[in-house]
T-cell receptor, first 111, second 113 residues
Framework: GEDVEQSLFLSVREGDSSVINCTYT??????LYWYKQEPGAGLQLLTY?????DMKQDQRLTVLLNKKDKHLSLRIADTQTGDSAIYFC???????????FGAGTRLAVHP | DGGITQSPKYLFRKEGQNVTLSCEQN?????MYWYRQDPGQGLRLIYY???????QKGDIAEGYSVSREKKESFPLTVTSAQKNPTAFYLC????????????FGPGTRLTVT
């Protein structure tokens, strides 16, 4: 079945850029998403990209999609302590009714 | 304020009891979803509903049941048949058929002992 893989942990210094990576197996995924989860909370939709795009920028967030390698990344510029959270990659499967989630990358930002 | 509400935030039950988790949205969204989150894992889809009075099983529907009698409400019942019910449960909704964004509620943490 479909699978989404993420590294589990990333530690960065405040002010640096963070890059969170994700690989997926379903080449027919049309929509690809990044969600943020803070402790004990629900998921916040950060951004998304259509499969016919290579890049999308939204303020401090840049999403890169390499469809050939089935690789998605999220770059956070000027990372702040408030960015510390778990980041989930998700891809659509069988239309946009169903999302397949990765296990999440825990981002720790230190001074 | 428009959004998705889930209640309660924490829920405790004894093994063998059924329990119903509430999910309400005032976004006028057609589709609603229930996910389960376990520590260190991604979200897994339990059930989803694209329209009132219709719902489909997700990947892990065994031991769960849902209803969709109203557009704004999609309650999830965790039955005694669910072998490992302790988890964080998240409800989500999506707009019309041309919408591709799922929005999530704050979640309910269920503990069964």
């Amino acid at each position: 079945g479909e699978d989404v893989e993420q590294s589990l942990f990333l530690s960065v210094r405040e002010g640096d850029s963070s890059v969170i990576n994700c690989t997926y197996t379903d080449s027919s995924s049309t929509y690809l998403y990044w969600y943020k989860q803070e402790p004990g909370a629900g998921l916040q939709l950060l951004t998304y990209i259509f499969s016919n795009m290579d890049m999308k920028q939204d303020q401090r967030l840049t999403v890169l999609l390499n469809k050939k390698d089935k690789h998605l990344s999220l770059r956070i510029a000027d990372t702040q302590t408030g960015d510390s959270a778990i980041y989930f990659c998700a891809v659509s499967s069988g239309g946009y009714n169903k999302l397949i989630f990765g296990a999440g990358t825990r981002l720790a930002v230190h001074p | 304020d428009g959004g998705i509400t889930q209640s309660p935030k924490y829920l405790f039950r004894k093994e063998g009891q059924n329990v119903t988790l509430s999910c309400e949205q005032n976004l006028n969204h057609d589709a609603m979803y229930w996910y389960r989150q376990d520590p260190g894992q991604g979200l897994r889809l339990i059930y989803y509903s694209q329209i009132v009075n219709d719902f489909q099983k997700g990947d892990i529907a065994e031991g769960y049941s849902v209803s969709r009698e109203k557009k704004e409400s999609f309650p999830l019942t965790v039955t005694s048949a669910q072998k490992n019910p302790t988890a964080f449960y998240l409800c989500a909704s999506r707009g019309g058929s041309l919408s591709y964004e799922q929005y999530f509620g704050p979640g309910t943490r269920l503990t069964v002992t």
